[in-house]
């Protein structure tokens, strides 16, 4: 996904972190000012929901067989966390989102961050059916021998401070990297063991989720495929054409539906060295990241859906590289939501 920072540690970048927030102050609003207006969004929320899609029906959507749509979100851009007006909360999200990853950096272990998605987050969007997940990697505790009990201190180890720490419906493993020699064997070990927590192989419902910009031929993921819920496929800034060249190398491992490829929003301050162009801005229904909904292999049944990161940043900008923090609409979402399961 990008890089990853453990949210266990203070963050090395502390003074990134310092500078963002100054150059924010001018938005800056108090606590008990940024937690009335947290209060009233979910009230409105929770309103607007009662005077439309019921519950019942929002759940039985999300348990049908259907194209599913995902989110990674990012923890800094989170109200709770910049104090921004214009950020979202996670309770913001669209109700016909299907998963959503939470994507840590910025955003130390003290942060109330973590504890509002302990305590409203998770319990609001999984009563809407949407799964709440996490980035992380697969890393052995101090210590830990590299043999069978080492593998499963390190999956323990996951479960109790990640997972479990903060209610999550699974974890994501993100893998940007050609795993190989000793590498190979420690990573495929803790994932083995970490199937029997989470995954397919679990029977618990909770997923275990493989994110990456690789394809289907590595090692590591033929290793672990049986054990994957979904892949999240990063194909940020390429046309749909290489689609199914990518897909023929991951078919012979995973049925189709598991097999999810994404685009990005703008990142602010993104442009140039991190810039995508998968949505087309001022928004208007086209892009990229359209042509991606409407994709399906040339045969057999449909992918598993689309996924996005940073939605936090699904917002009506009035370029391509509008640096604004813009409070998001999600129409790109709900848009591709409606082109996958009309």
Not at 5 to 22: G, N
Not at 117 to 124: A, C, F, G, Q
Not at 300 to 306: D, E, H, T
Request: net charge positive; proline share 6%.
């Amino acid at each position: 996904m990008k890089k990853i920072i453990e949210i266990f540690k203070k963050p090395i970048l502390i003074i990134l972190a310092m500078a963002m927030i100054v150059n924010l102050s001018s938005c800056k609003k108090n606590a008990a000012e940024i937690e009335q207006e947290n209060q009233l969004s979910l009230k409105n929320k929770q309103s607007a929901l009662s005077s439309g899609v019921s519950l019942q029906s929002l759940i039985a959507y999300k348990k049908s067989d259907h194209q599913i749509t995902a989110g990674f979100y990012r923890t800094w851009r989170d109200r709770s966390v910049s104090g921004n007006a214009n950020d979202p909360i996670m309770t913001e999200l669209p109700d016909s989102l299907d998963v959503v990853i939470v994507f840590p950096d910025y955003t130390p272990a003290d942060s109330p961050f973590w504890t509002k998605l302990k305590d409203v987050y998770i319990p609001y969007l999984r009563a809407r059916g949407t799964k709440v997940l996490i980035t992380g990697s697969l890393t052995m505790p101090a210590g830990a021998s590299q043999n069978a009990a080492g593998y499963a201190a390190a999956a323990k180890s996951i479960m109790d401070n990640t997972v479990n720490k903060y209610g999550l419906d699974g974890y994501d493993i993100d893998i940007e990297h050609n795993v190989a020699g000793a590498e190979l064997t420690e990573k495929t070990g803790i994932y083995i063991a970490l199937s029997s927590y989470l995954g397919p192989k679990s029977k618990t419902g909770k997923l275990l989720t493989y994110d990456t910009n690789q394809n289907g031929a590595t090692a590591f993921f033929r290793n672990v495929s049986t054990m994957i819920d979904y892949v999240w496929f990063q194909t940020y800034g390429s046309g749909t054409s290489r689609f199914q060249t990518v897909w023929n190398t991951y078919s012979p491992y995973i049925p189709s539906k598991k097999f999810v490829p994404g685009f990005s929003f703008y990142e602010e301050n993104g442009y140039p060295g991190n810039y995508w162009n998968d949505v087309t801005y001022p928004q208007n229904g086209t892009g990229r990241a359209y042509d991606y909904a409407r994709w399906q292999p040339s045969t057999g049944p449909k992918k598993g859906g689309v996924f996005s990161y940073a939605i936090d940043r699904d917002a009506p900008l009035t370029s391509t590289n509008d640096n604004t923090i813009i409070h998001p609409n999600f129409k790109v979402t709900k848009d591709l939501i409606k082109i996958m399961n009309p």
